[in-house]
C-alpha cells in the first residue's frame, strides 16, 4: 500500500495563478483532511472531508476550495495565490470517526512569489 | 491565546538524558490526546496515544493531568534518533485533531 501520496511535491507559483493539490489514499479511509504548517504554527486545518460527497471548512479556509468527488481523492485549490499562501500542505486520512490516529502524506511544499 | 500550547525548545540533551515535555490544553471537554513525531521537512508521525491512567511504550511514557488540563511525555535514556519536533495533538469533538506548535529536540552524542 502507498498510504498517502500527495503531487505535485513542491512548486514555485506566481501571484494570482491558480493550481489543484492532489491527494490520494489507498486505505479505503472515510475522514480526509488539509492543514498547512507554517514556522512556530504548528500545523492548521484548511479543509476536512468527512466521506465521498463532503466537504467542510477548518480553522483557516479563505482562499482555498477542496472536493471529494471519489472516496479516494481529495483536491485542495488555489484559485487565485497569494504570498500568505506560501506553506507546506500535508493531506491525511482517517479510516472513520473515533479511529482518531490520522495518516499523513509527504507534504507539498508551495511558494507563492 | 492558542488551543495547544507548547514550549518550543529547542531542548538540547546528551545521549542517555531523561527529558520531558509539558503540553497544556484549553477546551476542558477535549476527548483524546496524542504525541505525534515529526522529523525535518517530513510528514507527522503517531507516536502515542495518552491515556487517562498513564502509558508508557517502551522508553516514552505520557501522561495526563484533566483537572490541569496538560500532557507530558517523558523520555528516558535519549537516543541520537529521538531528535524530531513532538507535537502535543488533541483531538475534539467534529473529527478534528487540533496541533501544538511543536517541540523541538536535539539529542547530542
Known amino acids: 500500500n502507498a498510504g498517502v501520496t500527495q503531487t505535485p511535491k513542491f512548486r514555485v507559483l506566481k501571484t494570482g495563478q491558480s493550481m489543484t493539490l492532489l491527494c490520494a489514499q489507498d486505505m479505503n479511509h472515510e475522514y480526509m483532511y488539509w492543514y498547512r504548517q507554517d514556522p512556530g504554527m504548528g500545523l492548521r486545518l484548511i479543509h476536512y472531508?468527512?466521506?465521498?460527497?463532503?466537504?467542510a471548512k477548518g480553522e483557516v479556509p479563505d482562499g482555498y476550495n477542496v472536493s471529494r468527488l471519489k472516496k479516494q481523492n481529495f483536491l485542495l485549490g488555489l484559485e487565485s495565490a497569494a504570498p500568505s499562501q506560501t506553506s507546506v500542505y500535508f493531506c491525511?486520512?482517517?479510516?472513520?470517526?473515533?479511529?482518531?490516529?490520522?495518516?499523513f502524506g509527504p507534504g507539498t511544499r508551495l511558494t507563492v512569489l | 491565546r492558542k488551543e495547544v500550547e507548547q514550549d518550543p525548545g529547542p531542548f538540547n540533551v546528551p545521549e542517555g538524558a531523561t527529558v520531558a515535555f509539558n503540553c497544556t490544553y484549553s477546551n476542558s471537554a477535549s476527548q483524546s490526546f496524542f504525541w505525534y513525531r515529526q522529523d525535518c521537512r517530513k510528514e507527522p508521525k503517531l507516536l502515542m496515544s495518552?491515556?487517562?491512567s498513564g502509558n508508557e511504550d517502551g522508553r516514552f511514557t505520557a501522561q495526563l493531568n484533566r483537572a490541569s488540563q496538560y500532557i507530558s511525555l517523558l523520555i528516558r535514556d535519549s537516543k541520537l534518533s529521538d531528535s524530531a519536533t513532538y507535537l502535543c495533538?488533541?483531538?475534539?469533538?467534529?473529527?478534528?485533531?487540533?496541533f501544538g506548535g511543536g517541540t523541538r529536540l536535539m539529542v547530542k552524542p
Open positions: 491525511a486520512s482517517m479510516r472513520s470517526a473515533g479511529e482518531n490516529e490520522q495518516f
Open positions: 495518552v491515556y487517562s
Open positions: 495533538v488533541v483531538f475534539n469533538a467534529g473529527n478534528m485533531l487540533t
Open positions: 472531508s468527512v466521506g465521498e460527497g463532503t466537504t
